[in-house]
């Protein structure tokens, strides 16, 4: 059976899950517990409870940010959480995920619409 697309709308995640963020430790876990939910959640809905076997999957970020832009490599890493979540919500495990990102225009608030798909051999 073969996977039709899931897009999930994730929430921007918050600026204490940047790598170069300097809160205190309490802080950092509270903000992923809360973003890990809200994707868990977000995906629970996107996905209407099909089943998704575990295979080579695209993780494809359409990245609308707030105002402030943040860097690419600081982006997928505050994402961690939100992609554990996002896995969690479908049954799959996040290493089979083949993660790529693109940016678009900026929104208030930022959003992250996150397009779940088989992996093709020109995204590999």
Request: aromatic share 6%; glycine share 4%; with cysteine.
């Amino acid at each position: 059976m073969t996977l039709s697309p899931i897009t999930v709308r994730a929430p921007w995640p918050p600026h204490e899950l940047s790598p170069n963020d300097r809160s205190p430790n309490w802080l950092k876990r509270k903000k992923k517990r809360s973003h890990r939910s809200a994707c868990f959640m977000m995906a629970k809905a996107a996905n209407h409870c099909r089943k998704i076997e575990n295979q080579p999957l695209t993780f494809h970020m359409i990245c609308h940010p707030p105002k402030q832009r943040w860097d690419d490599d600081n982006l997928i890493a505050a994402m961690k959480a939100g992609r554990d979540g996002i896995a969690e919500a479908l049954g799959v495990n996040d290493k089979n995920f083949k993660v790529t990102m693109e940016w678009a225009k900026p929104v208030a608030f930022g959003r992250i619409d996150v397009l779940i798909g088989p992996r093709t051999e020109a995204a590999i």
